[in-house]
């Protein structure tokens, strides 16, 4: 079930959390740990790469160093490259088209793991894919700046540190506290703003 709670687009899917109340007064459950440098947020009871209304607020103005120069990751297509702020990603297929950049809306397909394997979500559970606005901080920090650059059909492999996903806040039971996450990514279509 997918909502809108506080300027922050939240899913309550099937991760043994209950889904965030409609009355804006009781979210406030959700909270952010101490942030680290980078604006990682802590996030809403969900398994997606979601920012809770609190850390959409608490990452305003942070910016991903790695992304400062060139407003994407670049590399080569089959070689792991490690970004300075942690985050690890291969392009696996690239795509065409132009690249995604902050402000465009993406649609993607993901399966997300733990680093032991363990699945704790993935877009064909929800029976569609994912769209949300890139670089608006809707959703976890390793997101925003993984998927920028990517083009339509491209496939990426990212590796998320816990600095740049949920950090020391655990969701639900399928993720514990300070995670590094796995997501396989497919763009599937990009709307510029």
């Not at 702020?85 to 065409?96: N, P, S």
């Not at 020391?168 to 995670?179: L, T």
Request: glycine letters at 14%; aromatic letters at 4%; one cysteine or more.
């Amino acid at each position: 079930m997918r909502r809108l709670i506080g300027g922050a687009l939240l899913v309550a899917l099937a991760c043994g959390c209950n889904p965030p109340s409609d009355n804006p007064s009781t979210t406030s459950t959700t909270t952010m740990n101490s942030a680290p440098a980078s604006g990682a947020p802590a996030m809403a009871s969900s398994g997606s790469p979601e920012v809770a209304a609190s850390g959409a607020a608490a990452m305003a103005g942070s910016g991903s160093p790695a992304l400062a120069a060139s407003g994407s990751p670049a590399g080569d297509a089959g070689k792991m490259v490690k970004l300075p702020d942690g985050l690890q990603y291969e392009d696996q297929a690239v795509g065409t088209g132009p690249e995604a950049k902050a402000g465009d809306t993406v649609t993607v397909n993901y399966v997300g793991t733990l680093t032991n394997g363990t699945k704790f979500d993935a877009s064909a559970d929800h029976g569609t894919p994912f769209s949300f606005p890139l670089g608006q901080h809707k959703v976890i920090a390793g997101w925003d700046e993984g998927v920028a650059g990517m083009k339509k059909g491209g496939k990426r492999h990212l590796v998320i540190p816990p600095s740049l996903g949920y950090g020391p806040q655990a969701m639900g039971d399928k993720i514990p506290a300070n995670s590094t996450l796995v997501f396989d990514v497919e763009l599937v279509s990009i709307s510029p703003k």
